[in-house]
């Protein structure tokens, strides 16, 4: 009995570290061959490539190492962007699905069967190669809502010029600290002595008041930089000033949004489909208000369903956002997998690298849904 | 005459207020045309803000109008029940109404009345609509790629002939029902590799050698998700398995495969697949490009596979496992003859999601220089001939890979129907 048991461990255990030792021998005898060795010691090399759109400064004389950081930068915020933009746009659709008037009803659902089969990379194509090229140049472009150029080079639009940020800043997540324990004081209250505060509207009125306050005392100040038009050549004009956002990403953004926001609405729709009629009926019954009824019994029920597959959807967006490769956004497969890894041949490592990159997200990501799912699962008795 | 109160529409003077009420949505939409259409704002005589409200107003108040209750017509109460029950809704359903004229309106001459279907060359595009030409004359390289055009039947004899191999299963007599997983499991990818290699890469019984590189446009996407299907589904089930083993060796090695794999993007596989592999096989062993690229999606959607087996796995319940035991049955006469045929009914329509996912990610493999369909239209585009006709390209691919995958979604949800009625 033990000798079946201890059989397929030994010969699972054997056939990995067969082929782990047949590839680490292979790469080892190519490596020599080609005169390349091991290590990571490349990443302080000078990167000596230019990153046409960056959160943080770099420029060629960097090394890899932060060329490494602003692909990850550019990777998360197009990942950030996308996850808030499709979470609105998802949970609108799907409750539009839900909503008994017919024309509603079938344009959500005719917009959920559309875009989510078409393939993404085909969308994104699309955005990039054919609609936003349909945009008119620089010097043509008309102005929208008198701050922003949409052009063939990408929004130009207004930006915050600020004075004592980290004021603003601090005084928000102060902000933020005071509303926690606020709460938490008034569920303390409540379930003490049964007294109920205006929660939500005391919390917004913190998180207004307090750094609202930082402008009359703190030295806060705040002003707008709008775009310009400025000529380069004769026929070539660009924008200054203001904030200028590259139609890669803005053709990203918007296909992996469309995309994934399809998924959502499924899932949104599934969740409160999911929660029995009764459940309302009873809630009703007990003199809960409308209002009270969404809140306290069909919500908790209903994001207990749809947060799981939800995070799923955003762990896929962050992946998905991978294929900006393809239309040349300098996301951490494009900067890193791509260029850096063309100019020091070093396949293993770069490769290497990047997938424990997606690696550590995903799972850091999925360890935390797990710790979620046990802390709101149903204690049955 | 008397009575007639427009705030609060009634049935005594039904055919007034249908009249007024139809006017007035006649009204809205009329305006809102000739407002985009024809460049003629007849509320003009409005302050600017009002006038662009004007078709949301006069529709509104058409709406309100014949919002009659149990008026006796049935059309008109049907329409009030669905997309009329108060004011809200009628606001939307007009905002829905003009949308859909704002978008549909320009759509349609673009796609058809202002588009071009006839002739050979970029000139015989001169309407503002779709140039159609440039789809009709580059159909071929979008369906077979860089395949010789004399040889492009050895394509269609072969997926013809694998259909038929497919659709024989159906055929089958009752009594060899029991041979169908194995008819389709093994024989099937067999013969389909022994004829994709035979056929359509050619070489040998006279036929021309057509190399991998050369193949491409649709076919190339129905090979790789073809074969990345059947190879990810015998290694997906063995991966589920071993993550419910009890043995610890097993489950975690499992275990850890399936998250790799479902942790990283597919295009960093695709990479790791085109310069990373070489690296890990003896010097100057070659392997051809497409079929490292069937490895890569295989091993990924594996991973994929085997967590929906799991969850059917996972669905059956305990009983099944006793009641097998108890009968005397070892692991794998429980597995293969209890728990697998139930397990694998009900997660059909995962798989078949699973599919449709890997179809929709195969445009992927342009990264190793592979162009399936959306490969072939970007290297399309960049011909210096027809520069300028992306939009119909891209709008070609996506009805394409919408039909195929919309009927395939549309049958997985059938069948989800069809097992959910069974238990």
Request: net charge positive.
């Amino acid at each position: 009995m033990k000798f079946k048991k201890i059989l397929p461990q030994f010969l699972t255990l054997l056939f990995i570290v067969l082929i782990f030792g047949f590839f680490t021998m292979n790469a080892q005898d190519n490596m020599d061959t080609r005169g390349i060795e091991f290590g990571f010691g490349f990443l302080k090399q000078e990167a000596s490539f230019d990153i046409q759109f960056s959160l943080i400064d770099y420029d060629g004389s960097r090394s890899y190492a932060r060329a490494y950081l602003v692909g990850l930068l550019n990777t998360l915020l197009v990942s950030i962007i996308g996850i808030i933009l499709s979470t609105m746009l998802g949970v609108v659709i799907g409750v539009a699905r839900l909503s008994p008037n017919y024309l509603i009803n079938k344009t959500a659902s005719f917009y959920v069967e559309f875009f989510r089969n078409v393939p993404l990379l085909l969308q994104i194509f699309f955005w990039y190669f054919a609609a936003l090229r349909a945009l008119p140049m620089p010097e043509d472009a008309p102005l929208i809502f008198g701050s922003s150029y949409m052009t063939i080079k990408g929004l130009y639009t207004i930006a915050p010029v600020w004075n004592n940020f980290d004021i603003f800043f601090v005084a928000l997540i102060i902000a933020l600290v005071v509303i926690y324990f606020f709460n938490k004081f008034a569920k303390k209250k409540q379930e003490e002595e049964g007294k109920q505060y205006p929660k939500f509207l005391i919390s917004l009125g913190i998180f207004i008041i307090l750094p609202a306050l930082t402008f009359i005392v703190g030295g806060v100040d705040l002003s707008w930089s709008f775009p310009e038009l400025k000529q380069l050549a004769k026929t070539s004009f660009t924008y200054e000033g203001g904030l200028g956002i590259p139609p890669e990403l803005i053709a990203l953004t918007l296909a992996l949004t469309l995309y994934t926001a399809t998924f959502i609405a499924e899932n949104v729709r599934a969740g409160i489909q999911g929660i029995g009629k009764g459940q309302k009926e009873a809630a009703a019954s007990i003199g809960l208000t409308p209002s009270q009824v969404l809140k306290l019994v069909i919500m908790p029920q209903a994001l207990r369903i749809i947060i799981p597959p939800t995070t799923n959807q955003y762990l896929n967006l962050t992946k998905n956002s991978s294929l900006a490769a393809a239309i040349a956004y300098p996301d951490l497969v494009l900067v890193f997998a791509g260029t850096a890894m063309m100019q020091t041949g070093r396949a293993i490592e770069i490769v290497g690298i990047t997938m424990a990159t997606y690696l550590t997200i995903s799972l850091s990501i999925s360890a935390f849904m797990n710790w979620y799912n046990k802390r709101i699962a149903i204690q049955e008795k | 005459m008397n009575n007639v109160n427009f705030l609060k529409p009634n049935r005594k003077n039904l055919n007034l207020y249908l009249v007024i009420g139809g006017l007035f949505f006649t009204l809205g939409i009329v305006d809102f045309c000739l407002n985009n259409f024809y460049e003629k704002n007849i509320t003009g005589f409005l302050p600017g803000f009002i006038s662009f409200f004007t078709p949301l107003i006069f529709g509104l108040i058409g709406l309100h109008l014949i919002r009659i209750e149990f008026s006796g017509i049935k059309i008109l109460d049907e329409l009030n029940k669905n997309i009329n029950t108060n004011n809200f809704n009628a606001a939307l359903s007009v905002s829905i109404i003009i949308l859909i004229i704002f978008g549909v309106a320009p759509l349609l001459n673009w796609f058809i009345l202002d588009a071009n279907f006839i002739g050979d060359s970029k000139e015989a595009c001169t309407g503002g609509g779709a140039c159609w030409v440039y789809i009709k004359v580059w159909f071929n390289r979008f369906i077979y790629g860089m395949y010789p055009n004399t040889e492009q039947w050895r394509v269609n004899a072969t997926f013809i002939i694998v259909l038929g191999f497919m659709g024989l299963g159906y055929f089958f007599p009752l009594k060899y029902k029991k041979y169908l997983t194995f008819y389709y499991v093994i024989f099937l990818p067999i013969i389909s590799f022994l004829l994709i290699y035979y056929l359509i890469s050619g070489g040998e019984f006279g036929l021309e050698w057509v190399e991998t590189g050369a193949w491409g446009g649709l076919s190339l996407t129905f090979i790789v998700s073809f074969f990345s299907l059947i190879f990810c589904f015998p290694i997906g089930m063995m991966l589920a398995l071993g993550r419910r083993s009890d043995l610890a060796v097993v489950k975690y090695s499992s275990l850890s495969f399936i998250e790799f794999w479902r942790g990283v993007p597919l295009i960093t596989v695709l990479f790791m697949s085109a310069v990373m592999f070489p690296m890990f096989l003896p010097d100057g062993t070659y392997v051809d490009k497409l079929i490292r690229v069937i490895i890569a999606i295989t091993l990924f959607e594996a991973a994929y596979t085997a967590e929906v087996i799991r969850g059917g796995l996972q669905a059956l319940p305990r009983g099944q496992y006793d009641a097998a035991k108890s009968l005397g049955m070892g692991y794998w006469k429980l597995h293969l003859l209890v728990i697998l045929p139930q397990a694998l009914k009900l997660v059909i329509p995962g798989i078949a999601n699973t599919f449709l996912a890997l179809v929709k990610d195969t445009p992927l493999i342009f990264v190793v220089g592979l162009l399936e369909l959306v490969g072939m239209l970007n290297l399309a585009k960049t011909n210096p001939k027809w520069l300028g006709f992306s939009m119909e390209g891209y709008v070609f691919a996506g009805i394409i890979f919408w039909i195929i995958c919309y009927s395939m979604s549309k049958y997985s949800q059938k069948l989800e129907l069809k097992f959910k009625t069974d238990r």
